[in-house]
């Protein structure tokens, strides 16, 4: 199992450019969420997915949208890039119900917004 | 708001030592505290605690939470060099389930 994956690892984009992330799973899991961790700042929720088809907002949503493609894949969309979205990118997943709060990581995505 | 503060921010320590790491939290309707070990990349879970006073341990890292305080304790003893990482803890909360505050994470990093 590869658990959760990321591509790419690294992106530099110019401002203004537009990219997306992409996010899959192989644990069979409903749940998938996409973070971003600054220094000092700890993990904050972007968006996240509840199960395939929907999608809510987390703490910082302003400048990203999301695609649930289906229940392994979700991703994670930048329409114009700004120096402020800068940051590592984490996607992770979890079950459903209780065993919810338990999620696993993907590698990370470090992007870099010129 | 849900807030969780991690204390202290960064720790240096030798080999053989033993840390305690705090994690603080005020958030509404409760449902779990977590410990995740962050190396370089993917954050990687240690530790779910659910219910006050009630130890989980794991080799070498140990971890404990008091509802009535607010707050939770990870312990390391007998440190190794492959023991420097960050920590982060998070916290649950609300009514629906999957939804994490976290705290800005401890970086422990131990001295041969």
């Known amino acids: 199992n590869a658990g959760v994956t990321q591509t790419p690892k690294f992106q530099v984009l110019k401002t203004g450019q537009s990219m997306t992330l992409q996010c899959a799973q192989d644990m069979n899991h409903n749940s998938m969420y996409w973070y971003r961790q600054d220094p000092g700042m700890g993990l904050r929720l972007i968006y996240y997915s509840a199960s395939e088809g929907t999608t809510d907002k987390g703490e910082v949503p302003n400048g990203y949208n999301v695609s649930r493609l289906n229940k392994r894949e979700f991703s994670l969309r930048l329409e114009s890039a700004a120096p402020s979205q800068t940051s590592v990118y984490f996607c992770?997943?979890?079950?459903?119900?209780?065993?919810?709060?338990?999620?696993?990581f993907g590698p990370g995505t470090r992007l870099t917004v010129l | 708001e849900d807030k969780v503060v991690q204390s202290p921010l960064s720790l240096v320590v030798h080999e053989g030592d033993t840390v305690t790491l705090n994690c603080s939290y005020e958030?509404?309707?409760?449902?779990?505290l977590l410990w995740y070990k962050q190396e370089k990349k993917a954050p990687t879970f240690l530790f779910m605690l659910t219910s006050s006073g009630i130890e989980k341990k794991s080799g070498r890292l140990s971890s404990i939470l008091d509802k009535k305080e607010l707050f939770s304790i990870l312990n390391i003893t007998a440190t190794q060099t492959g023991d420097s990482a960050v920590y982060l803890c998070?916290?649950?909360?609300?009514?629906?389930?999957?939804?994490?505050?976290f705290g800005q994470g401890t970086i422990l990093t131990v001295h041969p």
């Open positions: 958030v509404t309707n409760f449902r779990s």
């Open positions: 998070a916290v649950g909360s609300g009514t629906s389930y999957g939804k994490l505050t």
């Open positions: 992770a997943s979890s079950e459903t119900g209780p065993g919810g709060d338990t999620q696993y």
